[in-house]
């Protein structure tokens, strides 16, 4: 690309001074003009204020010249064949005066793009018996007539040839050339760059885009290219061969210039790709800054105010602001995400809401199926990042990137992600340069912050985990999406309840939807999320979560949340009825009542409810027993031990470190919320581990 003409500044022209305007004769004002007669332009000028259009009100026009340093074009002369700044009206420079350019037109050219009496390089086509077809590229072909041709040419064959005219029905004829010395020239297609959000009103016509690559997919026929400018996107089609890679030096985020047609595919707006080039730092830069300026802005969330009144929400609000930003800039660079929660109602409650507000971004940032390829959400057994939980979203990462050139996704963990135990796993993601998001209520470990770009915890605001991660999800889910507000307000008190919330903010949330979902009817969809996950496992079920959540047919959620309700009950009552005999129960000198079931031995295995919500049923119906004291339930296994408690100040994080250090060889870990939570040890250390941790809740204060 030619510099701008120093002389002119670009304008091709030069101001010499400046004359009266003849159309106002200096006045800056308009004639005086007949009502009856009056053109439009007469009206426009007389309701702009009476201002002279040709002088714009000054009185006076400028004088102007062509520019003789550009000839008017406003573009500083070069050498056509080294680029170098040349004298006006010159076309080569003192070295190149000897050397004979040799154009080379690129994929996207036509023969709009020729000139007669240059020489351009071209490959034999085919002969005739009148004369030799020369392509010049894959859309242009000439003709060298048989009166031209004086020795024997062979299909495949690179050529010389001149422009020796050119038809008005765009026919052309050509002469071979054979020069020795040459400077071969490339030729691009001079077209102006459209944006992403304009290409759908160039149907059937040539385009030329520029932005980022941010995913490129082989398929059985042509290479997808999706291109990321700062409006959105564009699927580019580029095919060789089929299945063959097209282009295998534009990777992801490679600046690139594609040139093609812009057809309708499958009902979606498709680039078929004519040319497609790395951009020069030069030329990239310029438009990577916009690109990332006008993403920044868009990416900037929504301002609204909390759906409940919470000075703890208020504190955390930058923090949240800072999540949902992260998360709307990876849905339009086209980032994947991955949502990770813990694998209860709060967590399922919290991963559906950003689910419900990601989608429709998504949709509307890419194609049809970009759903699928750029979200998932997958549930965590453990309240933390497990080991086998990186390993399996690195695994579908990787293979994604492999098999359709996506870059690496962005994970966003809820419910979980706070503490120690997560990171094992964090330092897999930063080896693979993973971002992390964490949106959790489990109390905090500072240790985890020097890996993750965002954290929102209520204790970092003072407040503790009453403030439950789906309360904290669906407030930040209308940040990304304020559209889906009235679609998910109801996850926050399905997540109050269902992690037994008694912070004030439970009771806002449950006055907010109590017109429609009393918390009788809050509490079976609590139950009946439980109890599905944990026949689906490590799956999400989507569609069965949706049912649930009352997201599609209400009948059939009455019925599916009625059954579910139904097996659950039953199956809660058979569990009871086997363990409750079984519950030993102590009076600690504290004054709080201990109970202490082994779910291993008095709990049916391997069935709902698992033994950490076996041990929440029989601790929900001793409290129940006895009122106004505090009780701590300890639930039990070869390895394992549950805790759940009421009115006991125990710190269960930091009794968790403390076994770990007194108690050598115990393989202690574990952790939870302050009150509530679960400690792995290894089995030939029960006893000890289990006496320890006795002595710790019988000195825990009561309050």
Known sequence: MSPECSSCHGKGFIVKGETPCENCNGTGKVKSVNLVGMTEKDLKSLLGGGFCPKCKGSGKIQVREKCQACGG????????????????????????????????????????????????????????????????????????????????????????????????????????????EIKIVNVEKNLPRRKSSDVAKFIGKTVCISGEVVQVKQTSGPTIFTIADEDGTVSCAAFTEAGMRAYPDIGLETMAKAVGDIELHNGAIQMEVLELKKLSDAEAAPIKETIERSIDARAAPAKVEFLVKSEALEKLRPQMEKVAKHIRRAILKS???????????????????????????????????????????????????????????LTMALEDHERFG????????????????????YKYAKVYGIDLLVVDHHHPDEIVDQYLIAHVNPYHAGSDFGITAGMLGTELARMINPDVENK?????????????????????????????????????????????????????????????????????????????????????????????????????????????IDVENYAHKFTFPAPGKTTGEIHDLLCRK????????????????????RGVLMNIPKMVRELRDEIRGGGVNGGGHLVVGSIKFVEGMRKEVLEKLTQKIGQAPVG
């Open 488 to 596: 998910i307000r109801h996850l926050a008190a399905v997540a109050a309840v269902g992690d037994r919330s008694e912070a004030p903010e439970r009771a806002q949330y449950l006055a907010l939807v109590g017109e429609k979902y009393p918390e009788e009817e809050l509490k079976k969809m609590a139950l009946a999320l439980d109890y599905e996950q944990f026949w689906l496992r490590y799956n999400d079920g989507k569609g069965i979560v949706d049912d649930i959540l009352n997201f599609n047919d209400e009948k059939r959620h009455n019925a599916l949340v009625s059954l579910l309700c139904e097996q659950a009950a039953k199956m809660i009552g058979d569990q009871l009825d086997a363990s409750m005999p079984h519950v030993k129960t102590m009076d600690l000198p504290s004054g709080a009542v201990l109970n202490v």
């Open 406 to 425: 996506q870059a690496m996704p962005l994970i966003i963990l809820m419910d979980n992600g706070s503490t120690e135990e997560d990171l094992d796993a």
């Open 335 to 393: 980032q994947p995400i991955i949502v990770r929660h813990h694998a209860d109602a709060d967590g399922i409650c919290a991963g559906v809401a950003v689910e419900k507000a990601c989608l429709p971004l998504i949709k509307a940032q890419g194609d049809s199926d970009a759903e699928y390829h750029f979200f998932s959400r997958s549930p965590s057994k453990a309240p933390f990042y497990e080991l086998e939980d990186i390993n399996k979203d």
């Open 73 to 180: 074009s406003g573009k500083a002369p070069v050498c056509e064949v080294c680029g170098k700044a040349v004298a006006p009206g010159q076309e080569f420079c003192n070295e190149c005066r000897n050397v004979r350019p040799v154009y080379k037109l690129s994929g996207a050219c036509d023969v709009s793009d020729l000139d007669i009496g240059k020489t351009y390089l071209g490959k034999v086509a085919n002969l005739a018996d009148f004369g030799v077809f020369v392509n010049l590229n894959d859309q242009t072909k000439g003709l060298i007539h048989s009166s031209n041709v004086s020795r024997t040419y062979v299909p495949g064959e690179e050529v010389q040839v001149m422009i020796n005219s050119i038809k008005p029905n765009g026919n052309f004829d050509l002469k071979p050339q054979n020069f020795k």
């Open 626 to 645: 006895y009122a106004g004291k505090p009780v701590v339930t300890l639930g039990f296994g070869p390895d394992f031990a549950v805790l759940r408690s």
